[in-house]
């Protein structure tokens, strides 16, 4: 009951002030909310709410205009739109979602064409009501017909939506920073101010086409925002075309004829603001989905190595135990070699090490957590990891040389792309640091490839086999003596998360040479 008599409240409140301009022996207006009103409340609270409206036009009309048609007339007229409006509201709740009112493109076409046809179809059946009736005159019934739907519909158009979004819209303004909101605020009034004074001020009243400024704001904010903050753009603009056009006295023609016009921005408007909402919905989906598959190949991944690591941590286990075994022997043979007791445990503790290492970087490896996307300058970033390995290199008497092209920054995450540096170039520097005849160097080269950033890291090391080249990128894969076959493994998979790729450069003459591709602007972040 509370609910059926806050909504009378609000569909008289609504007749009341939008009545005015009234087309003479009708009772017409060129702009009529209240069925959005009742739409609201069938499509929210369920079509058992129908009778409401009955209850609420009758009511209306005796209130706001005193019922100048006689109670037979008006309860015809009532029962007409009570029922045109159910079937509306029940064909438009299969479009609806909760929450979120007509969100696809699809949905605001099904909008305007259910709402536009349920108008017509009551204004057309209202007016030959009050024809048979009343005997109003034939020559009015035409443009009463063409009033009752031009209100009907610029009230639907202009209010339902934004209504059912007004949650998606508070949501929305959660999420934008106060400085965001309030520039757009800002420019969203401006433009609208700006819009109105040359419609109405600097342009005649015959240059329509000076109307269209108006979708401006419009599109500003569904650019920017999407469906449910443009529909409440859309509300705001209609409510402050309606009131200028009331207060400047335009006669009835202008009216109905700014009406249309506005119906046809209000449509371009929540079009352009459902386009928006499908595209982020689309990225937010693919960003999901690459998360799920990210997580699922780390997982099958996961599966992949269980032999391998039980084999690799199996090895320096079974080493371990072997010389713990050693060390309490000889400390039973009472005369023990402290000499070689020393040594001994020096290499169980190099052992034990070794296998907590293994577990260590499997353990990264299956826990890295998703990437933190940002802003990255990869030839920074590649000179800060030359930096911190400038020991390890001189070292090895190893010359590192880096040439960067001018290069845009890359959306990455940024510790996951320095370990992937690091692991490159700390294998090149591990690679030639065995040669003692010739020169060793390292030579790291930045460039930009159409999309794409491009880094290279080659040296003039022994290279890598033939046979060990097609695996190299698989875990425990490895051509060091006591590596453990994981840096690449992790490195590739990094990357692929990134929407890059790495690989060996087969066509490298001498050493070996990598190749890092990362996308210049970003993969589906956030």
């Known amino acids: 009951m509370f609910i059926v008599c806050g909504y009378v409240a609000i569909y008289v409140a609504l007749d009341w002030v939008s009545f005015f301009q009234v087309l003479p022996g009708t009772g017409f207006t060129p702009w009529n909310p209240p069925p959005a009103a009742s739409l609201a409340l069938l499509i929210i609270r369920g079509l058992r709410f129908a009778p409401a409206l009955f209850v609420a036009g009758v009511t209306s009309d005796m209130v706001v205009e005193g019922g100048p048609f006689g109670i037979p007339a008006t309860l015809v007229m009532g029962a007409i739109t009570a029922t045109g409006y159910t079937a509306v509201a029940a064909a438009l709740r299969r479009f609806a979602h909760a929450g979120q009112g007509f969100p696809r493109v699809t949905d605001i076409v099904c909008l305007l064409l259910i709402a536009g046809a349920g108008a017509f179809a009551v204004a057309a059946f209202t007016v030959g009501a009050l024809v048979l009736m009343t005997g109003l005159a034939s020559e009015l019934a035409y443009s009463s017909v063409w009033h009752s739907f031009i209100g009907d519909l610029t009230g639907i158009v202009g209010l339902l939506p934004a209504v059912l979004t007004v949650s998606q819209a508070r949501e929305r303004w959660n999420e934008v920073p106060p400085a965001a909101r309030a520039l757009d605020i800002v420019l969203f009034g401006f433009g609208l101010v700006f819009a109105l004074l040359i419609v109405f001020g600097a342009a005649s009243s015959k240059e329509l086409q000076f109307f269209y400024l108006l979708l401006l704001p419009v599109v500003w904010i569904g650019v920017r925002h999407g469906l449910a903050w443009c529909t409440i753009a859309i509300l705001v603009e209609q409510l402050s075309l309606v009131t200028t056009i009331g207060i400047l006295g335009y006669p009835r023609a202008d009216f109905l004829a700014y009406q249309i016009l506005s119906v046809a921005t209000a449509a371009t408007g929540m079009l352009l603001g459902a386009v928006?909402?499908?595209?982020?919905?689309?990225?937010?989906?693919?960003?999901?989905?690459?998360?799920?598959?990210?997580?699922?190949?780390?997982?099958?991944?996961?599966?992949?190595?269980?032999?391998?690591?039980?084999?690799?941590?199996?090895?320096?286990?079974?080493?371990?135990?072997?010389?713990?075994?050693?060390?309490?022997?000889?400390?039973?043979?009472?005369?023990?070699?402290?000499?070689?007791?020393?040594?001994?445990?020096?290499?169980?503790?190099?052992?034990?090490?070794?296998?907590g290492e293994i577990v260590n970087r499997l353990r990264d490896f299956l826990g890295r957590?998703?990437?933190?996307?940002?802003?990255?300058?990869?030839?920074?970033?590649?000179?800060?990891?030359?930096?911190?390995?400038?020991?390890?290199?001189?070292?090895?008497?190893?010359?590192?040389?880096?040439?960067?092209?001018?290069?845009?920054?890359?959306?990455?995450?940024?510790?996951?792309?320095?370990?992937?540096?690091?692991?490159?170039?700390?294998?090149?520097?591990?690679?030639?640091?065995?040669?003692?005849?010739?020169?060793?160097?390292?030579?790291?080269?930045?460039?930009?490839?159409?999309?794409?950033v491009e880094l290279t890291v080659e040296d003039n090391g022994r290279g890598v086999p033939p046979d060990l080249a097609e695996r190299l990128f698989e875990p425990f894969e490895t051509s060091k003596q006591r590596g453990m076959g994981l840096g690449l493994s992790l490195s590739r998979e990094i990357v692929k998360a990134h929407g890059g790729r790495l690989w060996l450069d087969a066509a490298a003459t001498s050493g070996a040479r990598f190749v890092l591709r990362l996308p210049r602007d970003g993969f589906e972040h956030p």
């Not at 989905?289 to 690799?312: C, F, K, S």
């Not at 802003?375 to 960067?404: C, F, K, N, P, Y």
């Not at 792309?417 to 060793?440: F, G, P, T, Y």
């Open 276 to 355: 928006v909402t499908e595209r982020r919905r689309a990225e937010l989906y693919l960003r999901q989905h690459q998360a799920e598959l990210y997580r699922t190949a780390r997982i099958t991944t996961a599966g992949a190595l269980g032999a391998a690591v039980v084999h690799e941590i199996g090895q320096p286990l079974a080493t371990v135990a072997t010389y713990a075994h050693v060390c309490r022997r000889l400390l039973a043979a009472g005369a023990a070699d402290f000499e070689l007791l020393g040594q001994t445990i020096a290499k169980l503790e190099s052992e034990a090490r070794r296998a």
């Open 369 to 452: 957590s998703e990437p933190q996307w940002s802003l990255v300058d990869l030839a920074e970033m590649t000179r800060e990891v030359v930096g911190a390995l400038a020991d390890q290199a001189q070292s090895h008497d190893v010359i590192v040389r880096i040439v960067a092209e001018p290069l845009s920054p890359i959306a990455a995450d940024r510790i996951q792309v320095e370990q992937v540096l690091v692991n490159l170039v700390r294998n090149a520097i591990e690679a030639v640091a065995e040669h003692s005849d010739r020169e060793k160097w390292v030579y790291i080269r930045l460039r930009q490839v159409d999309r794409e």
